[in-house]
């Protein structure tokens, strides 16, 4: 998809214009805004613990390639197996040939921005294996054929009846608009996919180097079914997820749960240190981890490597006002909202997202909620810099900001501008009518320039002197 | 088996990394040791206040029994006439099997169980479960949870299968933290950790139509956890 200004200017205004969108983007933002602020109370030493992951998640950086040779040494020793893929086409690409290898047709999925963003449903179907997502907000936007709008609600943008009627058409049954009902369809449906699956494919919230565990964090109970019934497991880790040791997950969790849903705990949390061991009769025979780079070591010691502490909690996308109003689907890219504006450009070079360091006010609500303190506005500022020194930046954009700093760096030239103004204003449409940045002015109200400047008034009260 | 993990060129993806991470200082962020409250917090009765306190709030109810008589009570509210009951025997705090016995749990595991026979699938005692009943390792106050591991696995299937699952848990196994947990659940296991460790704080939920609170999504619906005095 492409992902220039124009692009992202088109899907933002059909968002904005949808209003059964507008209504359940405001909904969802609201209710996890609310979810967030009532736990807040129970939790001491909130603003201690953000710096202390905060350190924590960029020593883990700082020593990336040591903690996953640890993890990847302590899987092996379980018995699992370690593939380390660079890119979307590696990792694919072994899933595919391993499913084909145990002859798998039909796999169970948990819910898993890093399979998102390397397209696996896509090119498994394509190779004849059918993933069934088991999330209930993944299994719906399936079920669509869409693509999630929101780290942790990936279905916000769907009515109720839209579901009953997605479920309706799926099932060639009638399905009323009641959640009960809807949830109660998909239970039974999944739980028989659960018991037949001979795979489950799975992300990972957090791997720990000290035991070799992978930690998944959700509510439903599809994340423990998936990774615990089929006999062989896969999980796919992005590469920074890594922790240290076990006993950090204390803290880890204590932001990460409270930022994302407001709960003190998510119903479940999972450890895993697959496959089964010689004590137990229940669990994957076979297990593979798959550490994924796709552009993270590009990232890595870079002066954006602060995005890749993040935890995925949304919190930033709840906040944000540019997400609030043009939803998920409009940043055109697997990761959206403040998060997203950093690491969509950053991860993919092959897709352009330019335009997503530019979908922010910069108004730092973000970097206030962010558990692990990601300072926002200075990494989005960087981007758009750093897009200005490559020669990105549109050509009009250029001309006036040279323009501009040319005319108001010297005194002189800047009393002048305002001269200028003064006499033109009626003809600019009082302030509505710019050329080149007509767009960005019909948004928004330029106050007129008063009939006398601050200088005039002051060279008035002490003299006219210029000394 | 090789010591190293596959790639199509492992050591590249690890020189990619150490390449990147060597450009800064690596001394620049310190490990500082895991972050824990020592201060012990609540305990006793007030220790399960706070379970019960954090249980309800993430949908669950906790319930507290001094003695046989109680327990059974609470079990009789709780089963409420059903009849397809299925008990993990294994884990239970002491005395507490010649109670569930009297309700009519069919118990597991069966004295043939063995890793070949858990293989030919699971069994409809614990698919079509109306209450599984299983034991814990601990219980976490601050967060409402219990934490089960697969030991060996069957008491992992009914918390997950069943449609109202009970645990029973001594007053002893009640840990503050969460950082309490993870520091005992591993001294359990010095020979390394069991397969599948989980935490499990109230029913299963999902808010993902709507944003409304539905119960009951892939798990349990109702969790109660009875916690005993030993
Ligand atoms: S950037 Fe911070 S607030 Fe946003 S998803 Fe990541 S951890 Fe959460």
Redo the contacts between chains.
């Keep these: 998809m492409a992902n220039r200004i124009p692009d992202l200017l088109l899907r933002s205004e059909r968002a904005i214009s949808d209003s059964q969108l507008q209504r359940?983007i405001d909904?969802?933002t609201s209710?996890?805004r609310d979810h967030r602020a009532k736990i807040m109370p129970r939790m001491k030493g909130w603003e201690e613990?953000r710096e202390?992951a905060r350190?924590?998640r960029?020593?883990t950086?700082?020593?990336?390639?040591e903690y996953?040779?640890a993890l990847?040494?302590k899987?092996?020793q379980?018995g699992g197996?370690?593939?380390?893929?660079?890119d979307a086409g590696?990792a694919t690409q072994y899933i595919i040939e391993l499913a084909s290898r145990r002859r798998v047709r039909d796999l169970v999925k948990t819910k898993s921005m890093v399979t998102e963003e390397i397209g696996l449903n896509k090119s498994l179907e394509q190779n004849g294996i059918h993933p069934v997502e088991?999330?209930?907000?993944e299994y719906?936007v399936q079920l669509a054929g869409e693509t999630p709008s929101h780290l942790i609600?990936?279905?916000?943008h769907?009515?109720?009846e839209q579901?009953a009627e997605i479920f309706s058409r799926h099932f060639g049954t009638s399905i009323p608009a009641e959640?009960?009902t809807?949830?109660g369809v998909?239970?039974k449906e999944?739980?028989g996919k659960?018991?037949a699956a001979p795979m489950g494919i799975t992300g990972a919230n957090f791997a720990v180097a000290e035991?070799g565990?992978l930690v998944l964090v959700t509510?439903?109970?599809?994340g423990?079914?998936t990774?615990?019934?089929p006999p062989i497991l896969v999980s796919i880790l992005g590469?920074e997820k890594v922790v240290?040791?076990?006993?950090?997950?204390?803290?880890l969790?204590?932001l990460l749960v409270p930022s994302a849903?407001g709960?003190?705990?998510?119903?479940?949390?999972?450890?895993?240190?697959?496959?089964?061991?010689p004590?137990?009769?229940?669990?994957?025979q076979e297990f593979h981890?798959i550490?994924l780079?796709n552009g993270r070591?590009?990232i890595?010691?870079?002066p954006f490597?602060d995005i890749l502490t993040c935890l995925r909690c949304g919190a930033c996308l709840n906040v944000c006002p540019v997400y609030q109003k043009i939803g998920g689907h409009s940043y055109g890219a697997t990761y959206t909202g403040p998060m997203g504006a950093v690491l969509s450009p950053l991860l993919s070079e092959l897709k352009n997202h330019d335009s997503l360091p530019h979908a922010s006010t910069l108004c730092g609500a973000c970097a206030e909620v962010c558990p692990v303190k990601i300072p926002f506005p200075d990494l989005l500022i960087g981007l758009r810099q750093s897009q200005v020194r490559q020669g990105k930046a549109p050509f009009g954009q250029s001309l006036v900001f040279s323009l501009w700093s040319w005319l108001w760096s010297h005194s002189r030239r800047y009393a002048f501008s305002a001269r200028l103004a003064r006499a033109f204003w009626p003809l600019l449409g009082n302030g509505r009518k710019f050329p080149v940045v007509s767009g960005w002015a019909s948004g928004r109200d330029l106050p007129p320039p008063a009939p006398r400047t601050f200088r005039d008034l002051w060279h008035e009260r002490n003299g006219r002197s210029r000394g | 088996?090789s010591?190293?993990?596959?790639?199509?060129?492992?050591d590249?993806?690890?020189a990619?990394?150490?390449?990147?991470?060597?450009?800064?200082?690596?001394r620049?962020?310190?490990?500082?040791s895991?972050?824990?409250r020592r201060d012990g917090g609540p305990a006793g009765e007030d220790r399960f206040l706070l379970f019960r306190d954090?249980l309800e709030?993430?949908g669950g109810q906790a319930h507290r029994a001094a003695g046989s008589e109680k327990l059974r009570e609470i079990l009789g509210q709780i089963i409420a006439g059903r009849n397809r009951l299925v008990a993990w025997g294994e884990d239970l705090p002491a005395g507490t099997r010649q109670v569930l016995s009297e309700f009519g749990v069919e118990w597991l595991p069966p004295l043939t169980?063995?890793?070949s026979n858990?293989e030919q699938g699971?069994p409809p005692s614990i698919?079509e479960a109306q209450v599984g009943i299983t034991g814990a390792l601990l219980g976490v106050a601050?967060?409402?949870?219990v934490v089960l591991a697969?030991?060996?696995?069957?008491n992992?299937?009914i918390a997950?299968l069943s449609s109202i699952h009970v645990v029973l848990l001594g007053i002893d196994q009640l840990v503050v933290?969460?950082?309490d947990a993870?520091?005992r659940v591993?001294a359990m296991f010095p020979e390394?950790?069991?397969?599948?460790?989980?935490?499990?704080?109230?029913?299963?939920?999902?808010?993902?139509?709507?944003?409304?609170l539905?119960i009951?999504?892939?798990?349990p619906m109702e969790v109660h956890v009875i916690v005993i005095s030993s």
């Excluded at chain 2, 620049?28 to 500082?32: D, Y």
Aim: proline share 6%; hydrophobic share 45%; glycine share 8%.
């Design positions: 359940a909904f969802a209710r996890l613990m202390q350190e924590l960029l020593h950086l700082a020593h990336l390639d996953l040779e990847e040494r899987v092996m379980r197996h370690v593939f380390w893929a660079r590696e088991t999330d209930l907000g719906i609600a990936p279905a916000f769907k009515s109720k579901v959640v009960k809807i949830m998909a239970r999944l739980r659960f018991l035991t565990t509510n439903e109970g599809n423990r079914l990774s615990f019934l590469m240290p040791r076990l006993a950090d997950l204390e803290l969790l204590n849903t709960q003190r705990l998510t119903t479940y949390v999972s450890l895993l240190s697959p496959p089964r061991g004590h137990e009769t229940r669990g994957p981890l550490i780079d070591s590009s890595l010691g870079g490597a | 088996m010591a190293m993990g596959e790639a199509v060129d492992r590249q993806f690890i990619n990394v150490r390449s990147a991470v060597e450009a800064v200082s690596r620049s962020h310190e490990l500082a895991p972050v824990r954090c709030f993430a169980l063995s890793p858990a699971i698919t601050e967060t409402g949870s697969s030991r060996p696995g069957e992992l299937l997950s933290t969460l950082g993870f520091v591993p390394g950790l069991p397969g599948n460790v989980a935490f499990i704080s109230g029913p299963s939920r999902s808010a993902d139509i709507e944003q409304s539905a009951g999504a892939h798990g």
